[in-house]
């Protein structure tokens, strides 16, 4: 993919374009709702509300700093990918679960940021749990979901008719079983052991809205009369992110790829998510009728990384915008929002927002080539 970063007054009249393509049925689509399931990356603010105030550092300036101008419980300085999309498709942002309103039917955000696609049993098995900063997985949020549906529709018929022009995004998850796991001690070739489990759980949450049979969701009826439509996204190069580049920095030269990566780590991320296409190839094998799309989240962010200057990352991919000193501005005694860190001037020249979430305009950035690049398989438009 070949874009540049553009300024905000000309993204902003492209994200019109956007919403106009997307109301006249472009690629075909014209999605009413939209609902998305995940971690932090994708959170608007369940996290927020749930947390223990030890967590609650995504409440406060400068998250939220960049479009909001608040926080908003937004995991970096403005929109998420999710944000991005739900506004390409004339909707508006979604609500968090937790502190949703009464009308729902445009759709319900149920990710919370620290998520595991695994249950705490699974990191409690693993010496982990210590590690968790939330107990609300995977499992819960789609439990959630199971309890809203009274609220979004009535009827079998109704339901099939609602649904056939929903979105859901499962993901981007399975990031923090790993990072867990790998901040509590754990190597490499462990976390490569739990890739199987993990990529799993994953398409075992998006067979569950799309099931035939034998699930608490009554999927299979909607089914039958109309695909519905789903977005499974894999993980970021985690060796690009400056918390793994600092707390698990290489031993010589060699451990970097030409980028400033560690290889290993991104590896790593590589292989977690050819398994998940592997999974979801099954998957729509055998759900034919269904859209079941994989959006490739390392790719497009290796675009940026590779090439920082033609998105306008001037201070390039990998130093972070808010932090607290250090050769990649990431310092886990002092992370962004706490005392000792501080934020830069301009976070659309960074694409990396505190050392382990991106800003605003790295997400932008994802959104726009998943929408319109070679990103998304099958494409989304």
């Given amino acids: 993919m070949a874009i540049s970063r553009l300024s905000a007054l000309v993204a902003a009249l492209a994200c019109c374009c956007l919403v106009r393509l997307a109301q006249c049925g472009g690629g075909g689509q014209n999605y009413t709702s939209m609902f998305s399931f995940g971690d932090s990356l994708t959170d608007t603010g369940n996290l927020l509300v749930s947390s223990p105030l030890s967590f609650n550092i995504v409440g406060r300036f400068p998250y939220g700093m960049t479009y909001f101008h608040r926080p908003t419980g937004r995991c970096s300085d403005g929109r998420l990918v999710v944000d ?3 506004q390409a498709f004339g909707l508006p942002l979604l609500q968090p ?25 699974f990191f409690q098995g693993i010496g982990a749990s210590d590690k968790l900063w939330t107990n609300l997985s995977l499992s819960v949020q789609l439990d959630w979901f199971d309890k809203l549906k009274p609220s979004l529709c009535s009827s079998p018929k109704n339901c099939k008719k609602y649904f056939s022009r929903s979105l859901f995004l499962v993901g981007e998850i399975g990031g923090n079983d790993y990072n867990y796991a790998l901040f509590k001690g754990k190597t490499l070739d462990d976390a490569k052991s739990y890739v199987p489990t993990v990529s799993s759980a994953i398409i075992d949450a998006t067979e569950f809205l799309l099931c035939s049979a034998g699930c608490a969701l009554a999927a299979q009826r909607l089914i039958k009369g109309g695909a519905m439509h789903l977005v499974v996204p894999g993980n970021l190069p985690m060796g690009c992110s400056s918390a793994y580049l600092t707390l698990h920095p290489g031993r010589n030269s060699s451990d970097y790829d030409s980028v400033g990566c560690l290889k290993t780590y991104n590896e790593f991320a590589q292989r977690h998510n050819a398994m998940v296409q592997q999974k979801l190839q099954v998957l729509r094998l055998k759900y034919p009728k269904a859209r079941i799309m994989y959006a490739d989240y390392y790719g497009a962010a290796m675009s940026f990384a590779k090439n920082p200057k033609q998105f306008g990352f001037k201070q390039g991919p990998l130093k972070t915008c808010c932090g607290g000193g250090g050769p990649y501005n990431f310092n886990p005694t002092a992370s962004c929002g706490v005392r000792g860190s501080s934020v830069c001037a301009d976070p659309s020249a960074y694409a990396n927002w505190d050392g382990v979430h991106l800003t605003e305009a790295a997400y932008h950035a994802i959104a726009d080539s998943i929408l319109h690049g070679p990103y998304t398989s099958p494409r989304l438009l």
Avoid: E, H, I, W
Wanted: glycine share 14%.
């Fill in 84 to 86: 991005f999309l739900a």
């Fill in 97 to 121: 679960y937790l502190s949703r309103g009464k009308d729902v039917r445009q759709g319900v955000n149920f990710a919370v940021g620290g998520a595991t696609a695994m249950d705490p049993p």
